[in-house]
């Protein structure tokens, strides 16, 4: 069905929800890797994270507000971004053959973006936007 629209991307975007319990918009996203470049943010990364093999948790403190720091690990440039969400891509559920963690939270290590190793495949826990809200 996505792919008779002919889109020339697919982006996954945020909402409200524990991301494990949208199964079947994890098996599309499982279905649809590698046939269009695809972005997720928020509980877009979270559900891409689940697709590509890896498992969430819930946080016993969610992210929220505009001033959490973001480090991207191969530049190492800290970023702050706006975040809300109560869940998170458990970072030793990641397999390194399949996907590498891109960016972290500086104030507790959470994984905050990745990247697919081989398919244009990418997605972070924040919200990019130029001004939050």
């Not at 069905?1 to 697919?10: F, S, Y």
């Not at 053959?97 to 697919?116: F, M, S, Y």
Request: hydrophobic share 35%; proline share 7%; glycine share 10%.
């Amino acid at each position: 069905m996505i792919l008779a629209l002919e889109p020339d991307g697919i982006f996954v975007s945020n909402g409200p929800r524990d991301p494990a319990t949208v199964t079947s918009t994890i098996a599309t996203l499982r279905d649809l890797l590698g046939k269009r470049p695809t972005f997720g943010i928020c509980l877009g990364h979270q559900m891409l994270g689940l697709a590509l093999g890896a498992k969430t948790y819930k946080l016993k403190f969610g992210h929220r507000g505009g001033n959490q720091p973001i480090q991207d690990l191969r530049t190492t440039k800290v970023e702050i971004a706006s975040h809300n969400h109560g869940f998170c891509i458990d970072a030793e559920s990641v397999n390194p053959d399949i996907a590498e963690v891109t960016h972290i939270n500086l104030n507790d290590h959470t994984v905050a973006g990745l990247k697919h190793k081989k398919q244009p495949l990418f997605c972070v826990q924040y919200h990019p936007e130029a001004a939050p809200g």
